[in-house]
Structure formats: structure tokens, C-alpha cells
């Protein structure tokens, strides 16, 4: 069966420090993977997504940036934190783009 | 393009009751409809999909029926608990598009 892991769970981060949000997943090969921002209180947001290795399509023009490095690995990166990037991050992996399957996500704090 | 409206939340219910939080979307073609849940902190859940109109989707006692005329895809349970406590996102994806469309979300709270 499928597995995704994020880490960490949760993080507090100083403004202007950098980040690294890292997303696996076990037990599939060639996934389409995803990166969401869900604000407190609301809904969710498609940040950025990824069909294959080294292809990242970019949702929402920010200071964030995505990588994938490997088949089953999407990384989430930013060089320097804004208040406004505080949020709870989910990655999320499909064969499809239809049915997503979440990993069970990072609380992301900027102080 | 595509979108999803939810009915605003919360909705509060007592243990028992039956539950409906309405969905309709906008989309090009036949999208494929889903419903995910959302337990606090963590992450979104798939609850129960339909691909085509008329299809029915259900799980853990919940259904909902993928009406093509009403272009509605409404959440039903007849009996809540006070663990079906979470947030409902209602969700499309055109076919051959590599993403799904997420409405807002509604929170539900059910009270013993």
C-alpha cells in the first residue's frame, strides 16, 4: 500500500529565516505530487505541483519555491520567511490528478 | 475555469440528526466529484467519490449523488455522531486536467 510522509510536524521560524518542508512517498512509482497552504480557518490552496521529476509547475507567485529531486520526493523551500507564509503545508500525491491522497501535514509558525 | 461553492459553516448539529451540506460546482465537460474530510490537525481524507452523473458515492454512512442537471453534489448522512466532527471539502477534476478544485470547506460540529 501507498505511504506519505511529511516533516516536520510542526515548525516555528524566525522571519527572514530560510525553509525546507519535505514531503516522501512509499509505494508507487511516477506520482504526481502536490504541495497545498491551508491559512487557519480556511480553505486550501494549490501552491505547486509536479507531473515527473524536475518538472514543477508554480500555482501562486511567492517567495516559495518547489523542488523534486527524486520520483517520490518534493521538497518545499523558501529563502527568507514572511509573517504571511505561516500556515499548515500539505503535500499530497496522485496517479491521476483525480483522486489526491494527503500526507498528514506541517504547521508552519513565523514569529 | 472550474470552481466549487460550499454552503458557509459552522454547522452544528446534535448527536442523531441528519446531516446535508450542499455543493455545487462549474466545470467544463464531466468532472469526476469527491468529497474529503479533514479531522483537526490533520490532513484532508477522501470520504467518497462519483465519476459520472447519477453515479452515488458512499462511505461510513455517508452518500452523496452526482446530480448533471442541478450540477450539485450534496453530502448526506442520516444519523451524525459526535466523531464525524470535521471540516468537508467538497472537490472536482476535469478529466485530462492534473488537478482538483477544492471549495472552501465546511465545518461541521456535532454535539452530544
Known amino acids: 500500500s501507498q505511504t506519505i510522509h511529511q516533516w516536520p510536524a510542526t515548525l516555528v521560524q524566525p522571519v527572514g529565516s530560510p525553509l525546507s518542508l519535505e514531503c516522501t512517498v512509499e509505494?508507487?512509482?511516477?506520482?504526481?505530487l502536490y504541495w497545498y497552504r491551508q491559512a487557519a480557518g480556511r480553505g486550501l490552496q494549490l501552491l505547486f505541483y509536479s507531473v515527473g521529476i524536475g518538472q514543477i509547475s508554480s500555482e501562486v507567485p511567492q517567495n516559495l519555491s518547489a523542488s523534486r529531486p527524486q520520483d517520490r520526493q518534493f521538497i518545499l523551500s523558501s529563502k527568507k520567511l514572511l509573517l504571511s507564509d505561516s500556515g499548515f503545508y500539505l503535500c499530497?500525491?496522485?496517479?491521476?490528478?483525480?483522486?489526491?491522497?494527503f500526507g498528514p501535514g506541517t504547521r508552519l509558525t513565523v514569529t | 475555469g472550474d470552481s466549487v461553492t460550499q454552503m458557509e459553516g459552522p454547522v452544528t448539529l446534535s448527536e442523531e440528526a441528519f446531516l446535508t451540506i450542499n455543493c455545487t460546482y462549474t466545470a467544463t465537460g464531466y468532472p469526476s466529484l469527491f468529497w474529503y474530510v479533514q479531522y483537526p490537525g490533520e490532513g484532508l481524507q477522501l470520504l467518497l467519490k462519483a465519476t459520472k452523473a447519477d453515479d452515488k458515492g458512499s462511505n461510513k454512512g455517508f452518500e452523496a449523488t452526482y446530480r448533471k442537471e442541478t450540477t450539485s453534489f450534496h453530502l448526506e448522512k442520516g444519523s451524525v455522531q459526535v466523531s464525524d466532527s470535521a471540516v468537508y471539502f467538497c472537490?472536482?477534476?476535469?478529466?485530462?486536467?492534473?488537478?482538483?478544485?477544492f471549495g472552501t470547506g465546511t465545518k461541521l460540529q456535532v454535539i452530544p
Open positions: 472537490a472536482l477534476n476535469s478529466g485530462g486536467y492534473q488537478k482538483v478544485t
Open positions: 509505494g508507487t512509482s511516477n506520482p504526481n
Open positions: 499530497a500525491w496522485s496517479r491521476t490528478g483525480a483522486e489526491q491522497y
